[in-house]
């Protein structure tokens, strides 16, 4: 599976200060709040586009902080159910599949030649039969 990075993006000098406070704060809060996800699979033209019309370090922060802190609860909750670290992958690259798609699903391309709406079934249904 190949996703193309829709980014193709020039942040503004004041933006990218914005940025790098971020990047900063999230390194800092690394094992908080699903921050790690943001220092490891961020490019800095996504937490741009999050960041939005934020003016202040603050704000950026708190805009990227409803994003991350998301996927950081659901990782909790996996792990809290007792779902292991596949599961958790599994589950992991169907929501960047679904993400990627919602956003703009001509940046989804499978190796396999299988649909989104297929391959999502699929890992619907190879989820069920492990547990």
Not at 57 to 74: F, L, N, P, Q, R
Request: include cysteine; hydrophobic fraction near 40%.
């Amino acid at each position: 599976m190949t996703i193309r990075h829709p980014y193709e993006k020039t942040i503004s000098p004041f933006k990218q200060e914005l940025v790098e406070a971020v990047r900063k704060y999230a390194i800092e809060h690394y094992n908080e709040g699903g921050w790690d996800f943001l220092v490891e699979a961020w490019s800095d033209e996504q937490v741009a586009d999050t960041i939005g019309l934020a003016r202040s370090v603050e704000k950026a922060i708190a805009k990227c902080a409803e994003s991350v802190g998301a996927v950081g609860a659901y990782r909790d909750d996996v792990i809290a159910a007792g779902g292991g670290a596949d599961e958790y992958a599994d589950d992991a690259t169907a929501a960047v599949i679904i993400a990627a798609a919602e956003n703009d699903p001509a940046m989804v391309e499978l190796e396999s030649g299988e649909t989104v709406n297929e391959l999502l079934a699929r890992l619907t249904a190879e989820t069920k039969e492990s547990k």
